[in-house]
């Protein structure tokens, strides 16, 4: 006989107080004197022995009843010793979900803290022999080996939330594996979970006839959540002395409207920006917030909201990189562009620098960020592998003609997938259409006017429609001026006509200025803002490393390093990440104990949503895989306990109700029978 719920019987305990009454009767005696009691004293002495044994019988009754009613509330279960070897010789899998929206509050603390106390009681009434396996979201290496009870209770109460959010197919894929390695025909697992539905958004599940699967869902007392969604810049150009403005997307997922709600953006010593924000019931809403950064260098910034009981998702982090200037790099031929210099040199947000195309040194391009080159047949492979490379890693590349040299076919704009012609064109036309909606021109004309005085063209180079690259500019003969590709992460622009004025008045005209300065901003993208824990394992960093030299990975908060997996691309360094990160936060990029860049990290936004998978309907769907599946309406631990021992038709609670009821129904039978026989005695003696 085994038990469900072991801990009742220290009710029998109770059957203490009927023994300590019978053997201290309270009742109290009247003395009645009599002048002779010589003669009753046979009678005194059968009467006694009669009452002590009715007593006795009471006694035992009530003992017996009072027993049989404790061992009911106890649950016991019959189950064959052939039955119990076999469920100790199968493993059950726990899966243990630890994401952050376990956080919620449950009945009894946190839903994880209902979750893990439900485990460990469904554990310690199980069978003492009975190895378990526990899964989690770290997947951690310390739950792969079947677990005695004590050390499965152990390792409960040991785990905690996690920012690794793993989807439900991830589990089965474990649980699959694990039973594969210990040989086992038939796995119970376990499934406690709030259910949370980006977990459980999949359309076809593995099946696996191994596994049998329990269902014992969690609901949050109330589902309440305000969460920063994600943050970016209006402007990509970060330089000190400009504002610079963050859109801020919050999420309301409660059923209340928020008012004066404070949401903060600050770095470790001061507050950058504040804003009191409404907002509405399941509303969600974009803030700027605005700043002035003082000085050049990296800037990590921490916006904030105040929201209980989820706070995984209150911080979001962001790392800025202030450059001091804009450097742009001028490739020539021959002779400089005097319009270059007079637009760059002059102004103190750039740093312009020219150089001879025979001349060059490659592994300087990182530090620029716009690039002007000729489509020169001077240009050899590697410089146009290495400039290939430097656009995609995020650079901006302008690329204008040679009208003196023929356009070879295997030049880079071969590499980059432009399309244009080998012939110049010497016809002469003008510009003619601008196409102002094209996000390169945001705010940068208040109003173009209809009879705009473009400048004229008088010779040029064909450039060939194309279904990667955008026009920004045409000319009046309907040929692109001025167009515009995305190559890899950074920009390429070609111009139809060299900086000469004896091409055309376009380095002499006003549209010359805002289009050069604009394409220096489009080189001057942000690396990352931010990163997600458990979801991105690599990472790019704009440096040159060489020979053995390795990069570090440091928390900027506590004592946390870890030696990346490294590969080099030219411009850039991939850093991979066999683990996730700990802790959301800034982490350092070092070389050697040179810090070279800085990245933030955030934990995953798919927890902070505040939808649940229902699971009767999720049943349905694993059962019509081929799946048994048994849900289990809430954390009842009896259910969850009968189910682990497989005796769930074989309880016999009802049995000792059976027996409790004939004891005390024999008891009031026997009373009343004594009364009767002594009420007879008494008129007889009459």
Known sequence: MEFLNPGMLYGLFSLAVPVIVHLFNFRKHKTVYYSDVSLLENLKQQTSRTSKLRQLIILALRMLAMAAIVVAFAQPVFTTEEKMEQLNQEISMLYLDNSQSMQLAGLRGSLLDDARNTAISLVDNASPDKNYLLITNNFDPAHERPLTQDEMIEQLQFVETSSVALPFNDILERASLLAKDLKQNKVKLFVLSDFQESAFDEEDYLLNEQ?????VPFEAMKQNNVFID???LTNPVVQPGIPVELNVKLSNQSEDELRSLALRAETADKVLAIANVDIESREEKVIALSFVPTTAGFLNVKISVTDFPVVFDDDYF????????IEVLEIFEEKAHAALELLFAGDSLFAFTKENILRLDPQTFSRYKLIIAPLSNKMSEGLRASLSDWVKAGGALLLYPDLNSPVLQNSISADLNLLISTETDTSTTRLDKIVSEHPFFDEM?????ENADLPDVFKHHGILPSMVSDVLIELLNGNPFLTFTNYGQGSVFHLAVPFDPAASGFTESALFPPLLIRMAFYGQNQTKLSYTLG??????????????????????SDDFSLIPGLARRQQQVLLSLEEPLPQPGFYGVYLQDRLIAITAWNESRKESLMSFTDTEDLKEIFENKGYEV??????????LIAQQAGVEDNNAWWWFVLLALVFLLSEALLIRLWKAEKKQLANNKK
């Not at 596994?211 to 269902?215: D, E, H, P, Q």
């Not at 960093?541 to 020979?547: A, M, P, R, S, Y």
């Not at 048994?630 to 259910?639: F, L, P, W």
């Open 318 to 325: 962001i790392s800025l990189s202030i450059s001091p200037k």
């Open 630 to 639: 048994v849900n289990i309406a809430s954390d009842t631990e009896t259910n």
């Open 445 to 449: 004309f208040s109003r173009i006017p």
């Open 230 to 232: 994600s943050v970016w």
């Open 535 to 556: 979801t991105d394992r690599s990472f790019l960093v704009k440096t040159n490393i060489f020979g053995d030299n390795i990069l570090h990975i440091k928390s900027l």
């Open 211 to 215: 596994l049998s699967l329990v269902f």
